[in-house]
């Protein structure tokens, strides 16, 4: 009887049609078709196969990874829709975007010049008039004479995991950071840089949806140098515009969201009092 026991046993252990979960993603495979199997299953792990990435990805996420972060997939510029004919990998994209402002003006120039020449001079007009009515950010602050290592833009659809891979190795020694556009972050991404990058003096985070008056708070506590401050379309309070001027006493220029139910008059002197250089 024992005999039989470990025979049956043993039979389990060693029978290739023995059904058992496949490990990566739980269904039901015959040993026999478990080989098979993984040359399909969806959530078995690959190495993304660009050159230089060295990424693990279930395969059912790789064309993602590849299509949206793999930092050496080859991606067009950004300014492509304007001219730009520049490809490159994505963690060159960055270096590309910062030397290149001068041809991308003259790629938009150009589309601008087309647009114009085939309007009608009352629709040039009307929206050259809406266009000086809006909230635009000056000039000066957008040009600052700072040296290419003191400058960053992080690019659009980002995210946390790589965040830290593009940023340069000095980048607690940037006095210019962009995140523009960069919904993808998280508020403890975003934080985290601001802790880290205390000599900032220009820095976008229009658009950031995620952050809110937490990390403007550290931002106010950690970037005493800020001149130039961008927070339109994000979800932040009263309260923000209050600690960003209440610290930061350089502050030139402070874009911030419509928020509702303020700024009262008060505030507006209190904001006014304490950042006497803000335009």
């Not at 470990?6 to 496949?22: A, E, G, I």
């Not at 991404?189 to 601001?194: G, L």
């Not at 506590?221 to 994000?234: E, K, S, V």
Request: net charge positive; proline share 5%.
């Amino acid at each position: 009887m024992r005999n039989r026991e470990d025979m049956n046993q043993l039979h389990s252990r060693l029978c290739n049609q023995k059904v058992d979960p496949c490990p990566h993603c739980g269904v039901n495979v015959a040993r026999s078709s478990l080989k098979d199997h993984l040359t399909r299953c969806e959530r078995y792990p690959i190495l993304c196969n660009h050159q230089g990435c060295d990424e693990v990805i279930p395969r059912n996420k790789l064309e993602a990874h590849q299509k949206n972060s793999c930092l050496f997939t080859v991606i067009p510029c950004e300014w492509s829709e304007f001219g730009c004919n520049h490809t490159t990998k994505r963690h060159d994209m960055p270096e590309h975007l910062n030397s290149s402002n001068t041809e991308h003006l003259y790629c938009v120039k150009n589309v601008l010049s087309r647009i114009l020449s085939i309007l009608p001079q009352d629709d040039v007009k009307r929206v050259f008039s809406d266009l000086n009515k809006a909230q635009v950010v000056p000039q000066q602050y957008q040009n600052q004479n700072l040296a290419p290592n003191e400058q960053f833009r992080v690019l659009e659809g980002t995210t946390d995991e790589r965040l830290f891979q593009v940023l340069p190795p000095n980048h607690h020694q940037l006095k210019k950071l962009d995140l523009d556009s960069c919904r993808k972050l998280t508020e403890t991404s975003i934080t985290r840089i601001i802790q880290n990058c205390t000599q900032l003096q220009y820095l976008s985070l229009r658009r950031c949806r995620q952050i809110t008056d937490n990390s403007v708070t550290q931002l106010a506590q950690n970037c005493a140098q800020i001149t130039f401050l961008d927070l339109r379309y994000t979800g932040i309070t009263i309260d923000s515009i209050r600690h960003i001027t209440q610290h930061c006493k350089k502050l030139k220029v402070l874009l911030f969201p419509h928020i509702q139910n303020g700024p009262t008059d008060n505030v507006v002197i209190e904001t006014v009092s304490n950042c006497l250089e803000l335009n």
